[in-house]
């Protein structure tokens, strides 16, 4: 059973920063071929659909943003110690959200729509007021 945890929400002022940590199981942040896995954070505001953040390959090179948070946000990850970040800067009054981290297994470029991911955390309140 893979597991996912997510910590580092809570309420901030518009303009400030946030940063996210997912742990994971150490399979995700395995480098053996057919045991690689891409990983992303979602988000989904009150009354809205859960909606894409950001995503990473399994070596980190290769990243995604969704339009809104480009140039804002940062995903990362650290394989040596298991862990999912997403760095949050200039937060805006819209970016309030339970954030979910997640993952799927492959090797190539990390996928943007929620249903091709197998696993989810439990997700992370982020407010940030106006």
């Known amino acids: 059973q893979v597991q996912l945890v997510e910590s580092g929400g809570g309420l901030v002022q518009a303009g400030g920063s946030l940063r996210l940590s997912c742990a994971a199981s150490e399979r995700i942040f395995s480098s053996y071929i057919g045991s690689r896995h891409a990983m992303a954070w979602f988000r989904q505001a009150p009354g809205k659909e859960r909606e894409f953040v950001a995503s990473?390959?399994?070596?980190?090179?290769?990243?995604d943003y969704a339009d809104s948070v480009k140039g804002r946000f940062t995903i990362s990850r650290d394989n040596a110690v298991n862990k999912l970040y997403l760095q949050m800067n200039s937060l805006k009054f819209e970016d309030t959200a339970v954030y979910y981290c997640?993952?799927?297994?492959?090797?190539?470029?990390?996928?943007?729509?929620?249903?091709?991911?197998?696993?989810w955390g439990q997700g992370t309140q982020v407010t940030v007021s106006s």
């Open positions: 997640t993952a799927v297994r492959t090797g190539g470029l990390p996928p943007i729509s929620e249903d091709a991911y197998e696993n």
């Open positions: 990473v390959n399994w070596s980190g090179g290769t990243t």
